[in-house]
């Protein structure tokens, strides 16, 4: 499994290409800007690209979905209760992002689905909190978790419909029980592993 990252947009969103050696196939995780660059190197490295997997609504992860599906005609994967977003409030929100294009979900999952890319197997961790329907990807060792827990911190829940409790209650119930040796890999910023942040983020001591 070989990672890349691609910082897009307004917010330098970290904006994952991962894809399988074996088979060449991919997934994208929240292309948050222009994907120009992306597109060329996935069409340069002769990548199939299945999924585009947003891990929550708000625009600075959204914003190169419309054009990126458009590309490589991969699926749009997203938690449902994140559709509000998806479908145009995050416009009013983050009102930088007005003139972001809108695009269809063409799959929505829940805690427990199993997607499959080339030879590697995807798991889906429902881990709302910074919005109702975030969620994280669980791949191997590696688990990509947006805006929900970052290096030394977590989310910001003072968003509509945020809630802290809750985003403390998915960290702990859903990420932190994986082993401490897993990469986190965040919505901005730089990974860690659970093992760090278990001992050490202040918002989860």
């Known amino acids: 499994m070989i990672i890349r990252t691609y910082e897009m947009g307004y917010f330098q969103t ?3 290409l991962v894809y399988d050696e074996n088979t060449n196939e991919a997934f994208c995780v929240d292309p948050g800007g222009d994907p120009t660059e992306l597109i060329e190197d996935i069409k340069s490295m002769g990548i199939k690209l299945k999924y585009i997997i947003i891990t929550h609504g708000h625009a600075d992860h959204i914003a190169g979905v419309y054009k990126l599906k458009n590309e490589t005609g991969a699926l ?3 938690h449902n209760e994140d559709y509000y977003l998806i479908s145009g409030e995050t416009k009013k929100l983050i009102p930088i992002y007005a003139n972001m ?12 689905d199993i997607l499959k890319v080339g030879d590697m197997e995807l798991k889906i961790l429902e881990t709302p909190g910074h ?17 929900a827990l970052f290096r030394g ?5 003072d968003f509509p419909k945020g809630n802290q409790e809750q985003l403390i209650k998915s960290i702990k119930e859903k990420l932190l029980i994986l082993d401490e040796r897993v990469r986190v890999y965040p919505g901005h910023g730089v990974y860690t592993t659970i093992g760090l942040e278990k001992r050490f983020n202040p918002f989860l001591i």
């Open 14 to 16: 970290n904006c994952y």
């Open 76 to 78: 749009v994967v997203a």
């Open 101 to 112: 294009k809108l695009f269809e979900v063409d799959m929505f999952v829940k805690q427990d």
């Open 131 to 147: 919005t109702p329907g975030g969620i994280s990807i669980l791949v191997g060792d590696s688990v990509f978790t947006g805006d």
């Open 153 to 157: 911190s977590i989310g910001r829940t």
